[in-house]
């Protein structure tokens, strides 16, 4: 794996744990910062 694919799957798997899935760029990116 490239470092692209890493912080693709970091990002993917980080996404899956939130609930409800994020709505807009801007939920996205607090959900993000959060965990």
């Known amino acids: 794996m490239n470092i ?3 912080i693709q799957d970091a ?3 980080a996404v899956e744990k939130i609930s409800p ?3 807009t760029p801007m939920d ?3 959900a993000l ?3």
């Open 28 to 30: 996205l990116l607090t």
């Open 21 to 23: 899935p994020p709505r």
């Open 33 to 35: 910062q959060d965990s």
């Open 11 to 13: 990002l993917l798997h």
């Open 4 to 6: 692209i694919e890493d």
